[in-house]
């Protein structure tokens, strides 16, 4: 009969609870060893593969590595996230915070009970969308250490994140709308049109090459997407020529010495002097501060054009298509708007029944 627990027999959890295991056994010469592996699963055949090593004289104890501190993947992160022009979340705060947290210690040492800690301390003073923002930051430094074989797995995939109100809807009036177009400086504007005449995402827009972009036939080519394949969007007239006169804009631009010119392969929307737009809200703002809008987010953007289509007429098939939404039920928010409008189609049957009856009496 096998011993209880047997099975399990040199492994270990460490710290309990964390999910993560390790394997402890003895060399051929009596000395102790012990890996840190990961899952459980993935450990209880580890150490069977190492039990079957030592009994055929094939084991060869493993060299002792230089523990890779937290400094190092996410310094890493930060370079490539850079060199492929993707944004830090709130430019340096969300680095800063995880640097405060975690600095200093070894990376495969951090286990998931320390990142809810980290979760639970930031929902004191953050909403829930802004924390998941961090713990999506630090699921990326760790899936891109996983990839680099410089950790042996990642710690966020078994923490949960917070439960966000996706249900918030807010867009612009035709007055609010007019406060902020004379608020932005010239060379944002080109950004507000097409966020607001396409519905496309902050960090979609700010991606943008014109590679991607062939106004003639009015199409914009979204890479890497949420949805894990290229996107097309259609422009309308306002887009088009929108982008049409700024890339004319672009072209006439004296490169300063030492510079090359910006070609058409660069970013569309580029920061005052050129070159990716780090920190948009250094001058996002300051505009809704001297437009007078409160409580609006950039986000808020995409709301709009989506809430104006909705109240155009446009179904919510259509307009999921538009949106880009994977299921039907993140358009779902906007049906009270399509609704509104076809009361007040069908109301103007009454009108026109009104008409009818007037011209028959005379």
Request: charged content about 30%.
């Amino acid at each position: 009969m096998a011993r209880q627990g047997s099975r399990d027999r040199g492994l270990f959890e460490r710290p309990k609870g964390s999910g993560i295991w390790w394997i402890r056994y003895h060399d051929g010469e009596g000395h102790e060893h012990r890996e840190k592996i990961g899952t459980k699963g993935l450990a209880r055949r580890v150490y069977e593969k190492r039990k079957t090593e030592i009994r055929d004289g094939r084991y060869f104890p493993p060299e002792n590595k230089i523990a890779v501190r937290f400094d190092e993947i996410a310094a890493d992160y930060k370079a490539a996230a850079q060199k492929d022009g993707r944004e830090i979340i709130r430019g340096e705060i969300g680095y800063r915070r995880l640097q405060e947290c975690f600095g200093g210690m070894a990376a495969d040492s951090i286990a998931s009970s320390q990142i809810e800690a980290f979760r639970d301390k930031l929902s004191e003073d953050l909403s829930p969308a802004t924390v998941n923002l961090h713990l999506k930051l630090l699921r990326a430094i760790f899936m891109r250490a996983v990839r680099a074989q410089s950790v042996s797995s990642n710690p966020v995939s078994r923490v949960r994140f917070c439960k966000e109100n996706n249900k918030r809807l807010r867009w612009l009036s035709e007055e609010e709308e007019g406060a902020l177009f004379a608020a932005l400086p010239d060379w944002l504007k080109p950004l507000i049109i097409a966020a607001l005449n396409t519905g496309m995402r902050k960090g979609e827009l700010l991606k943008l090459r014109w590679r991607d972009v062939d106004l003639a036939t009015g199409t914009i080519t979204i890479r890497d997407p949420k949805s894990g394949e290229d996107e097309r969007v259609l422009m309308n007239e306002t887009t088009k020529g929108s982008l049409r006169t700024l890339r004319e804009a672009r072209s006439k631009i004296v490169a300063p010495k030492g510079r090359t010119p910006e070609t058409p392969s660069g970013f569309v929307f580029t920061a005052p002097r050129g070159g990716y737009m780090h920190d948009l809200k250094r001058y996002w703002y300051p505009v809704l501060k001297r437009a007078g809008l409160e409580d609006f987010h950039f986000h808020d953007l995409r709301h709009t054009f989506a809430s104006r289509a909705a109240m155009s007429g446009v179904d919510l098939y259509t307009l999921q298509a538009l949106m880009r939404h994977r299921s039907p039920l993140m358009t779902q928010r906007y049906a009270h708007l399509s609704a509104a409008h076809q009361r007040e189609a069908v109301q103007r049957l009454d009108r026109w029944h009104e008409r009818q009856k007037a011209a028959a009496e005379r």
